[in-house]
């Protein structure tokens, strides 16, 4: 279906897997279901949930989103290696979907190769779709407030990480920053280090070269999304790659790097700790934000708002291995305050809606009423046997 | 534009097409993705067996921090449904949790049909009639189950 088109679900993986199916639905947060985005650990009961969004959930409820256990946010911890596992797992997952479908289709792997390429097409189509998908689905997940620079610098500073902990170079840095969970941003002497770090890895042209699923040939991992299209497609694949692809993040050059991190130390902003609303004036909450540096405009309550989802942002983002720039939090807090400002749709209004309302609506969508009826029944359990009329 | 809200809604729509619970079907509207229609089969062993019972979920903004606001579109005769189809549960009010999605607000609410809790009545008649006068009870859910196919 077209409109899935960018939602990845354990679903996606063959019904035969469904291990692969589970561990996917593992890594995902049990709040937006998506993979866990900076996993935190309730310390308490142990369930894991993006930072952002059991921060939003202890807002409304101090809670546990899962298990209802008494929760504040001292009680969250960064799961570090769940953010790691995830990583490697995001990596692999286009590559190995695609293999185990293509396998799926195409029993032997040995009958398929023997077979002309042009036979191969109608799966190269479901694989091209599948890879469309995903990258569209890095897009849209970014899109909302991301430019491809954003994601370009994002994607750099995660490989300085790596290199960070690969190295040994300040192992522990990343840890000591993030257990206070407020410290202010990147500090500086952190990112000079990771600037040190080494980038390249001795021989990884064998580490990170995967073997291709349709022509068997070792291709460098980070070319494989590349190559899959065009060797799918049947065209050739000795060209360069294009632009794009060629310069990764390695082609980065120190004084890119050094201005990166200047544009980042200059957009940090004060750290903002909660607030007891009810005893704030209107005045002195504006005050607050204008301190802060987020925007001040609308009346308390829309300030009140504002203020509890930028601490939340804010603290998220601390926790954070690859934290953005305070510019790119700020328009984020604007995007996430649009989309509040949008106006309630019909039903929403005042509680008792009319009937007259209620059968309005039901008149209007009969067909997508009956569509929903025959396809309830078609799941439905047994035929009816106690209640004959 | 995407947010968070309604690509969740997106995410729980492919759960319930992919992987849908017994009896049980939603969709978004065509022309609003916020509103949803759903049907639910009255319960097996149940006088609602066999009810085509019709609901419509409607969600803002906040959702999944907040619950959507659910009614039955269908007449229903039940102990914790109001007359104008506002349902009386808990995990639609205080016991949400934004772990929830559509699949399981409607497994909930079929089980609901189940298990009437007649200690909470939104309805006082049928609360009254499940616990005192159990087959005239039955004989109002079956009218509503009749009139739920039309």
């Known amino acids: 279906m077209d409109a899935f088109l960018g939602i990845e679900d354990p679903s996606d993986w063959p019904a035969d897997f469904p291990h692969l199916r589970e561990l996917d639905q593992l890594l995902r947060c049990p709040v937006c279901k998506e993979y866990l985005d900076t996993p935190m650990v309730v310390t308490n009961c142990g369930h894991t949930f993006c930072s952002l969004c059991v921060r939003r959930c202890l807002t409304q409820e101090t809670k546990c989103p899962s298990c209802r256990a008494s929760t504040t946010e001292g009680d969250l911890h960064p799961n570090r290696l769940v953010d790691s596992l995830l990583r490697e797992f995001k990596h692999g997952r286009p590559q190995l979907l695609a293999t185990l479908r293509s396998a799926n289709t195409h029993k032997p792997v040995e009958a398929k190769r023997k077979r002309p390429r042009i036979t191969t097409r109608s799966a190269a189509k479901n694989m091209d779709v599948d890879i469309v998908a995903s990258n569209e689905q890095l897009a849209t997940d970014n899109a909302i407030d991301l430019t491809s620079s954003d994601i370009e610098q994002m994607r750099s500073i995660s490989d300085f990480e790596i290199d960070t902990v690969n190295s040994g170079v300040t192992p522990t840095a990343s840890t000591s920053t993030d257990n206070d969970g407020d410290s202010d941003f990147i500090p500086s002497d952190i990112i000079g280090s990771r600037r040190c770090a080494p980038k390249s890895h001795p021989s990884s042209s064998h580490e990170n070269s995967v073997l291709c699923p349709n022509c068997q040939s070792q291709v460098r991992s980070a070319k494989i999304n590349w190559h899959l299209d065009r060797c799918l497609s049947g065209k050739s694949i000795d060209e360069l790659p294009p632009a794009a692809a060629a310069s990764e993040p390695t082609a980065w050059s120190t004084a890119a790097k050094l201005q990166l991190t200047g544009a980042l130390a200059k957009f940090a902003l004060p750290r903002p700790t909660k607030l007891a609303y009810s005893l704030l004036s209107e005045a002195k909450l504006r005050r607050t934000l204008r301190e802060l540096g987020v925007p001040a405009k609308g009346d308390k309550h829309q300030m009140q708002a504002r203020h509890v989802e930028w601490v939340n942002m804010y603290m998220a983002n601390a926790d954070s291995e690859t934290p953005v720039s305070h510019s790119v939090l700020l328009r984020r807090l604007a995007t996430w305050e649009d989309a509040m400002a949008r106006q309630p749709e019909p039903f929403r209004a005042p509680p008792p809606a009319t009937p007259g309302a209620v059968a309005d609506h039901t008149s209007k969508y009969a067909d997508s009423f009956a569509a929903l009826v025959a396809q309830a029944r078609s799941t439905r359990p047994k035929p009816p046997t106690k209640y004959p009329l | ?150």
């Open chain 2, 1 to 150: 534009m995407s947010t968070p809200c309604r690509r969740r809604l997106m995410r729980d729509f492919k759960r319930l097409q992919s992987d849908p619970p017994e009896g049980i079907s939603g969709a978004p509207c065509p022309d609003n993705i916020m509103l949803w229609n759903a049907v639910i089969f009255g319960p097996v062993d149940t006088p609602f067996e066999d009810g085509t019972f019709k609901l419509v979920l409607n969600f803002d903004e906040t959702y999944p921090n907040k619950p959507p606001t659910v009614r039955f579109a269908s007449k229903i005769f039940h102990p914790n449904v109001y007359a104008n189809g506002e349902l009386c549960l808990d995990i639609l009010q205080n016991r949400w949790s934004p772990t929830y999605d559509v699949a399981a607000i409607l497994t909930s609410i079929q089980s609901l049909l189940h298990d009437p809790n007649p200690n909470s009545p939104a309805n006082a008649e049928a609360a009254n009639l499940y616990r005192e006068n159990r087959k005239e009870y039955i004989r109002r859910v079956r009218e509503t189950v009749e009139e739920s196919w039309e």
